[in-house]
């Protein structure tokens, strides 16, 4: 079970602003903790500026799990994976939330704003938020992720 004093961030670009907006509130209305660090409007912005520091932050190890977005999930996903500690998932359903943290133990979720259901996308964060990470014969898979082939 999530730990629910544990503060988690959260960042998106204006194709997932309004996706954004409504995670918070719900997610703030059932005792979450979130640190949202923008985008604030549906303004057009540049994802990465919003992906970075919730990547980074995780990355880091200040805080043990965050959500990211974009209208696709894919640059919001690919920005947050070039750091070494992240393993970001992008998800669009209930299944494949809850099995890349049983499988890749995953410490980032990443839904497409433009591409989910805003309740799917709600309950899929809840799920990940409280699948725990299966360990056993993933983690040597999730070890040799990091490793590049020269
Ligand atoms: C913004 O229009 C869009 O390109 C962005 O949200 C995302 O889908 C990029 O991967």
Not at 98 to 115: D, E, K
Not at 138 to 148: A, G, L, S, V, Y
Request: glycine residues 8%.
């Amino acid at each position: 079970m999530f730990d629910k004093s544990q503060v988690i961030p959260i960042g998106s670009d204006h194709g997932a602003y309004e996706l954004k907006a409504f995670l918070v509130d719900r997610l703030t209305g059932m005792g979450y903790r979130l640190k949202d660090v923008g985008t604030h409007s549906e303004a057009s912005v540049d994802y990465p500026d919003f992906i970075h520091p919730v990547a980074k932050a995780v990355n880091d190890g200040i805080f043990p799990i965050g959500i990211i977005m974009c209208g696709s999930g894919q640059g919001a996903s690919m920005t947050a994976n070039k750091y070494p500690n992240v393993r970001a998932g992008l998800c669009w359903s209930l299944e494949q939330a809850t099995l890349t943290r049983q499988h890749n133990n995953a410490n980032i979720i990443s839904p497409p704003g433009r591409f989910v259901d805003f309740d799917l996308a709600l309950e899929m964060i809840v799920a990940f938020l409280n699948t725990e990470f299966e360990g056993d014969r993933h983690i040597q898979r999730i070890n040799k992720i990091p490793i590049i082939h020269e």
